[in-house]
Structure formats: structure tokens, C-alpha cells
């Protein structure tokens, strides 16, 4: 995505921000004619098994996804002391290391598959803390690990003849999205993900779904609240916490089916509301660890099985949703 056409996006945004509620009445009758787009990302992004996993249900339901990776998942623990967080002790992460070079090598093999498939991968820092208060300086530091470690990451595992002939280019001008460990975004985020390049920025939280909004030259997505249960109490749009909401963060296999349904329905209905109304893109989020034995990602290939051949829909990454986004705002009768 170039930086003129990032800059043509946040200003369609800023039109869109600007019109207000009344706007959005006014063109409810033209919803019809719009994608309806489901946006599912995941998390860290580390175990290979569910990288296998994952880009099989993509071909199966025809969805392209977001992948935020942890860095720190791309060396291993016996290497651990390469990395220095923001405040913390050197050779520290809140969510490990590759176990081992075989294990790093088959990530980036997987990381590779996805940009290949048409997946969107973005960074989601590298050692999982929470940069509620890091400074602008903080962020940087850690945008600039995470840069390197994935420009580097074939050559640091012994295989350097082994990386794509695109790789280098991939790493420099394809890593443009962000989403903050622990959905903690400070104030000094939006120019440290400005000053390296990203255009958009997944961190936020919303009452419901909403379009995204400008921030300087970023694009702000935020992950909405959506009715759950029989009394239909607003929980984030995220796995975990559907996990924290269901089990109070514990595995219980056994009510692993009840979950999944009542996960399922949660997606459906929140799906149908947009679908049915102002179309405004739904919003998913998911990590790479199967709770609650599984509930939530079989409840997710049963959503996507069912909603992303429907008329009108696209189940896409966070990169096309913005293209698809600036495209619908430079559509003749577009409002401006």
C-alpha cells in the first residue's frame, strides 16, 4: 500500500468521521449495496500446528486473515538474552520463545505460506508487555527489534539460503499493521507507529462496531463489544474474553460444546445486525491457543462456513479491508 494511497484512505476516514450520526440514517438505505466485511485477526501468531490450522480453514471458507505475530516467537529461548524490552530485564517475554531453531525455521516457512495465500501480516511488538506508558521512544525501540528480527530471521536461524527471494521487500514495505499487546494503547503510540511506517492500528475498543478512525497518518480499528448469552451481555469480540467471560480463564473441556454454541450465536447475531442494517465491518479477534478446548475456533470456522459466501460479504484481512474501505469512498455517488 503505497503512502499517497494511505493518505487518500485517512482522509476518506476523516470525510466519513466527519458526517456524523445524521449521515449514517441517511445512507441506511444504500447499505444494501455495500460488502458487508468480517475482519478476523489472531494474536501472536506462534504455534505451527494452528499456522497449518488456521490457513486451511482460510482456503476452506475463502476468508483471508490478520496475523499479528510476536516477535520474540522468531529465535529461540537458548537466544533469549538478543532481546532487551522497554523497562524489563534483558531475555524477557510474557509469552516465551520458539523452543528451538527447527521450530523458528517452520514459523517463518508458515509466515512466508500466509503472505502467499493473501493473509495480512502485521506486528503485534515482540515480548507481550503492557506499553500502556512506554514513551514514544519505548515503542520505537521495540518497533525496531521486531523490524530487524523478522528482516533477519532466516539468516539468524542457520538457513539464510533458504529465504525468499521477496523477503526483504515483504519485511520492509508489507508490515503495516498493529495491534498492542493487552489492547493497551498510550498516547505516545500513534507517532511511534507513524515515524515506522505502519497505517493502521487495531488496539482499540468499541461500544459496537464502527468504522475506523484517523489518527494523524493512522488508521484506528477498534474491536466492538457485542452482545453474548441469554441476557446478552456486551463482551469484547476476542477469544479471551469469551474465555474469561465462560470459565473465569479456566479450561472446562466439558462445557467446551456449549461455549462454541453459545459463542456461534454471539457472531451470528452481531453478523445479522450489520448485515441487515448500516453494514459497518464485524470485527473478530482470536489468538493462537485453542480454550476452552477449542470451543471458540470451532464456533469461528462454523461462522466463517456459513457467512463468507453470502451476497454481499467478504471475509478479509485488516490490509484489504482498508483498500476496500477507500475504494467504496472513491465509488461514483460516494458521500464525500
Known sequence: MSSSFSSRLLLSLAAALALGPAHAKDDAAGASKRKQLVIVSFDGAHDNLLWEKSRAMAK???????????????????????????????????????????DTILRLGEIWLAKLEGHDIGSHACGHFDGGKWSAADWKAEFA???????????????????????QRFVAEDIKGFRAPYLSAGASLVK??????????????????????????????????????????????????????HSKGKEKPEKSEAFEESTLAAYRDAFARQYDGERIPLQ???????????????????????TCGKEDVACVSYAEAMDILAEEKRAPGAAL
Not at 529461540?76 to 510474557?94: C, D, L, V
Open 145 to 167: 527489534f521486531f523490524r530487524e528480527t523478522l528482516k533477519n530471521g532466516w539468516r539468524n536461524a542457520g538457513v539464510g539460503e533458504r529465504e525468499p527471494a521477496d523477503w
Open 60 to 102: 476452506r471458507t475463502g476468508a483471508h486473515f490478520t496475523y499479528f505475530l510476536s516477535c520474540t516467537f522468531l529465535f529461540p529461548r537458548q537466544e533469549r538474552a538478543k532481546y532487551q524490552a522497554p523497562h524489563e530485564k534483558r531475555g524477557r517475554s510474557n509469552v516465551g520463545f520458539a523452543q528451538d531453531r527447527e
Open 192 to 245: 511511534a507507529l507513524e515515524a515506522h511506517g505502519f497505517t493502521y492500528d487495531a488496539s482499540l475498543v468499541s461500544k459496537g462496531p464502527v468504522l475506523p478512525v484517523a489518527s494523524g497518518g493512522i488508521a484506528r480499528f477498534a474491536l466492538p463489544l457485542i452482545p453474548e448469552g441469554a441476557s446478552g451481555r456486551p463482551v469484547i469480540a476476542m477469544d479471551y474474553n469469551l474465555y474469561v467471560r
Open 284 to 306: 473478530l479477534g482470536f489468538h493462537f491457543v485453542e480454550m476452552n478446548a477449542g470451543a471458540y475456533w470451532r464456533a469461528l470456522d462454523r461462522f466463517l462456513t456459513e
